[in-house]
């Protein structure tokens, strides 16, 4: 598997899958058949919402392929990174505005959108799963922030 997906073939795999294993179609062989496509649908339904997600997806590919994000103990990112993310903090508690929150939000989409290509690259070119995994940790951080922006936004509309 890749990392580059065509949305809309995803789209129409999960449809298609979703009514085969749909359990109305198993009615007429019992609660048992009923139950097991119940759990297949389940499971596609898990497995489309992992795909469809970029982070998400990363984070699969590289834990597939033996690099587990570990989100939770290794929470060490490069000194640059760092230094952007407290300067974008710093301009979040700055924001006087919405406006000035949405040029910090536009600001921190870019980025999104650069590590996410990123971490494209390095699973399907480079093939380095390792430092996939690293940007897949720093996408986290800057999807954490990007709700961050919208909170801190709701609350200067809120008053």
């Known amino acids: ?10 789209d129409a795999r999960w449809k298609h899958l979703q009514r085969e294993a749909h359990p109305d179609k198993f009615a007429s ?8 496509a119940m759990q297949w649908s389940v499971r596609i339904n898990e497995a489309y919402q992992r795909l469809k997600d970029p982070m998400r997806r ?8 033996g690099a587990p994000i570990q989100a939770e103990n290794n929470t060490a990112m490069p000194a640059a990174f760092l230094m952007q ?6 301009a979040m508690e700055d ?8 040029d910090l939000m536009h600001d921190v989409q870019q980025a999104h959108t650069t590590a996410l290509q990123q971490c494209a690259d390095l699973i399907d070119s480079a093939h380095d799963l390792s430092a996939a995994a690293q940007q897949v940790r720093g996408l ?6 990007l709700r961050d922006i919208e909170t801190r936004m709701d609350h200067l509309d809120a008053s």
């Open 1 to 10: 598997m890749q990392f580059a997906q065509d949305r809309a073939q995803l």
């Open 29 to 36: 062989q019992g609660a048992a058949a009923q139950r097991v």
């Open 58 to 65: 990363a984070a699969y590919l590289c834990e597939l392929g």
């Open 85 to 90: 993310h407290m300067e974008w903090r710093e």
């Open 95 to 102: 924001a006087a505005d919405v406006a000035a929150l949405e």
């Open 140 to 145: 986290m951080f800057i999807e954490k922030f």
